[in-house]
């Protein structure tokens, strides 16, 4: 029994660090994501003209778009199973930071605009995980912690890529980019939360009908016994 118990809580902490792990990778690009815009302007200023209202609309549509994200996400994470939305939560950032990266100077469309686009949609996942993360996370202050990785990292990439002479188109369009990879590489395993969480509430809802079918046989068999008896009063 000891030996089982042991096997049992190996297994309890694996799980733990897993989605301790997996969570705390979404914060890290959070926080990159949301600190990444001001040294990425700077840079793009040295390539496209750049008014104050271009800064300001810019680096506030990503929190709309987060403040959105948190209160539609937070609905939909007490709708649908969690595992799930943050699935798409994941996606919605991953899109938003690749986006970003891929925009490009036009007369119809400035770069800005199409940047402000992305933030926007890039900003509704980063709030959705907010929410979701708190849900989900075994140990929430680890994961919540991991902001200050991101925030730090944010310019320390900026910084690396001009010292090492990339080109400052380069530098803004891979810093934003870079923003995506801990959630990229942590997809499948949310994927994987999804497939866990699937197959618990499936073997639950199994038990919970065998429970409930062997309740009903069981307040059921003194009606019978009771019935059986009386039939037999009657005869004799």
């Known amino acids: 029994s000891d030996f089982m118990f042991s096997q049992r809580a190996r297994r309890g902490l694996v799980a733990i660090m897993y989605n301790t792990f997996v969570t705390s990778a979404g914060f890290v690009s959070d926080a990159y994501d949301l600190f990444i815009i001001n040294p990425v302007l700077v840079t793009m200023k040295q390539q496209y003209d750049q008014t104050d209202s271009d800064r300001s609309l810019i680096s ?22 969690r595992p799930k939305v ?33 933030r926007f949609l890039l900003g509704v996942g980063v709030g959705a995980e907010y929410p979701l993360t708190a849900a989900l996370s075994h140990n929430r202050s680890v994961v919540f912690s991991m902001q200050g990785v991101g925030s730090v990292l944010a310019p320390t990439v900026v910084v690396c890529l ?42 639950t809802t199994t038990t919970t009908t065998k429970i409930a079918t062997i ?16 039939a037999t009063a009657h005869a004799v």
């Open 60 to 81: 506030s549509m990503a929190l709309w778009g987060a403040v959105l994200g948190q209160l539609l996400f937070g609905f939909l994470g007490d709708m649908l199973p």
């Open 86 to 118: 943050f699935v798409v939560s994941g996606t919605l950032t991953t899109l938003g930071a690749i986006g970003s990266a891929l925009c490009f100077d036009s007369p119809a469309f400035s770069i800005y605009h199409q940047l402000a686009i992305f």
């Open 162 to 203: 001009l010292a090492a002479g990339v080109s400052y188109e380069a530098t803004w369009r891979v810093s934003l980019a870079v923003g995506c990879l801990p959630v990229v590489a942590t997809m499948v395993s949310r994927y994987r939360m999804v497939v866990a969480t699937t197959t618990t509430t499936t073997t």
């Open 215 to 230: 309740g009903a046989t069981l307040s059921d068999a003194p009606s019978k016994v009771n019935g059986t008896t009386n």
